[in-house]
């Protein structure tokens, strides 16, 4: 009985000490950040005078998750006072209208970063135009994610971004062709607007899209060596077949799996 009450009593003591203020979180070290501020960090963690024992990795992280840029959290703790949070935020990926009318800046996951003069200010930053998603709108509120109907247009330009297009003229320094626009179509199918140009690029679905660059790069290069002087559509439904419309006459093209 002597032993069992003395466990007890040890055991008691060691919860007591280790939820006690003496052992409380009391710094919160902040990583990472760069369009979030850290006070912002500190306060959506909910840390502050927590008992270190108590802090949760995974509870922490997912409120610091529900902030707009937040991509990548790891929450550690440091004893017998200390939490650093380190943070890995979002990236620029493209821009689009909302649903109110200022533009938004998203992510490659489409989530939206900011709206309004806070995505104006990021656009002025960045060093090349972003891309504009056309057909969707998103939520006028930074956090939100955009509705399924982005998920081809986001899925298209990723894989353009993957790999960059060939450049735009058989000249040396000629800049490579940029994506200007995705957009999406009441059938649901996805059209990339291309600089410099205008050349357009007609892809139907996301279905075969390796083939379907293969042969847009493959169209592409073949261009460069007579640039448009006007309106160009490329029609890479088919991958095997791409049709090139330049004006009002339609062709044939040559592609690499066609030789």
Do not use: C
């Not at 990021?122 to 982005?150: C, F, K, Y």
């Not at 330009?157 to 000629?174: C, F, I, Q, V, Y």
């Not at 419309?245 to 799996?257: A, L, P």
């Amino acid at each position: 009985m002597v032993a069992v009450l003395g466990a007890v009593t040890v055991g008691v003591g060691v919860w007591i000490g280790l939820h006690s203020s003496v052992l409380a979180v009391r710094r919160v070290v902040v990583r990472g950040t760069g369009h979030t501020d850290q006070a912002s960090v500190v306060a959506a963690a909910q840390l502050d005078r927590r008992p270190m024992i108590d802090v949760d990795s995974a509870s922490t992280r997912r409120r610091l998750m529900a902030l707009p840029w937040v991509g990548q959290v790891r929450v550690r703790r440091h004893w017998p006072t200390t939490v650093t949070i380190d943070i890995v935020e979002r990236v620029p990926f493209a821009q689009t209208a909302t649903i109110a009318g200022p533009a938004a800046v998203v992510d490659a996951d489409g989530r939206v970063l900011a709206v309004g003069g806070d995505a104006a200010r990021i656009l002025d930053a960045e060093r090349g135009p972003l891309p504009s998603l056309a057909g969707v709108l998103s939520v006028a509120v930074a956090g939100a994610t955009l509705p399924p109907s982005a998920a081809s247009l986001l899925l298209v330009l990723k894989a353009l971004e993957a790999s960059p297009l060939p450049p735009s003229a058989n000249r040396a320094g000629a800049a490579p062709f940029t994506v200007a626009t995705v957009a999406r179509g009441a059938d649901g199918s996805v059209r990339v607007s291309l600089v410099p140009g205008p050349v357009s690029a007609d892809f139907g679905g996301t279905d075969e899209l390796d083939a379907k660059l293969a042969a847009l790069r493959s169209v592409l290069t073949q261009l460069a060596g007579a640039p448009p002087t006007g309106p160009t559509t490329l029609d890479v439904r088919v991958a095997a077949a791409p049709v090139l419309t330049d004006g009002k006459k339609d062709s044939s093209v040559s592609t690499t799996q066609r030789g």
